[in-house]
């Protein structure tokens, strides 16, 4: 295997232990509708994560409860929900100690970037609030879907592919790597390590 030389990390559940506040927060966010639809619609958040907020509001409305809604209401519930989560999650108690270490160690010899399905302005936020700028060559976001994300985080940098990976937690991480023809490394899922390449612990990892 070529030696690596630039990472794409996903951010919720990779670098930042979010999962179950976001969970919560669409919860909070959709407590006013039927509890099974909920109930639904977070067996679909939870197996979706790298996902856009917009995609899931919509998903929510349009195919769980039959309804339209506008692109202006979809705003406004994405904008609530920002509320909801931002400012708790910009807390250092939410980072994942053994990524965050490995980030630390080795983002002055490895080209790193994140290619999250946050919001794009919360994901900054957080990241300001935390001071993992320093950490990063960029930080990008939702709207943008994440397989355009990756695309131009290889075109505008020339990153060779192979010498490249994506580490993700979800199976919308393996989807962005695979259509950009990077390796993908599933991490803190372990559905993720049968079929995949899988860092059980970035203590032990082999590809640097």
Partial sequence: MAKIKNIIFDFDGVILDSVPVKTEAFRQLFKDFPSNIVDQFITY???NGGISRYIKIEYFFKTLLKENIT????????????????????????????SFDFIKEHYRNINMHVASGADEADLHYICDTLELNQ??????????????????????????????????????DFTAADKNNITFYG?????????????KSFNTIDFI
């Fill in 187 to 199: 991490y803190n899922n372990t559905s993720l390590e049968e079929d995949h390449h899988y860092i």
């Fill in 71 to 98: 692109e202006t209401e979809v705003i406004k519930y994405a904008n609530k929900y920002s509320l909801l989560t931002k400012q708790e999650l910009a807390n250092p108690k939410y980072l994942i100690g053994e």
């Fill in 45 to 47: 958040h939870e197996e």
């Fill in 135 to 172: 950490f990063f060559i960029s930080i990008h976001g939702s709207p943008t879907p994440k397989n355009d994300v990756v695309k131009n985080i290889l075109l505008i940098h020339k990153y060779i592919l192979k010498e490249t990976i994506l580490i993700g937690d979800s199976i919308n």
